[in-house]
Nanobody
Framework: VQLQASGGGMVQAGGSLRLSCAVSGAIFSNYVMGWFRQAPGKERERVSTISRGGNTAYYANSVKGRFTISRAVAEKTVYLQMNSLSPEDTAIYYC????????????????WGQGTLVTVSS
């Protein structure tokens, strides 16, 4: 199973980015998908997760109302739309897939993708 993240870059505060994570080698609908991030000097934190059917999602309080997670079955891709970005959102963003229970709250990654760097300037 491979997860290929893309879409990171540099943006000014208040701007938007959309991250993508393409899944290969797996039945996409079997996995709960999620995004994590790790800022310099900080621990990796969970940003958002989405259920297998895409009908429920979890968001960290720090991104609630600004970020939107979605998944496209045909493309086997999970997206993270990030709006109203602030310098505090600067981090390496990782996508992950979980073969565990279909829970957006209790997400235990089975597979990780490589990170994509998001830099937000003030």
């Amino acid at each position: 199973v491979q997860l290929q993240a893309s879409g990171g870059g540099m943006v000014q505060a208040g701007g938007s980015l959309r991250l993508s994570c393409a899944v290969s080698g797996a039945i996409f609908s079997n996995y709960v998908m999620g995004w994590f991030r790790q800022a310099p000097g900080k621990e990796r934190e969970r940003v958002s997760t989405i259920s297998r059917g895409g009908n429920t999602a979890y968001y960290a309080n720090s991104v609630k109302g600004r970020f939107t997670i979605s998944r496209a079955v045909a493309e086997k891709t999970v997206y993270l739309q990030m709006n109203s970005l602030s310098p505090e959102d600067t981090a390496i963003y990782y996508c992950a897939a979980s073969s565990g229970s279909d829970s957006t709250l209790y997400f235990s990654p089975t597979y990780w993708g490589q990170g994509t760097l998001v830099t937000v300037s003030s």
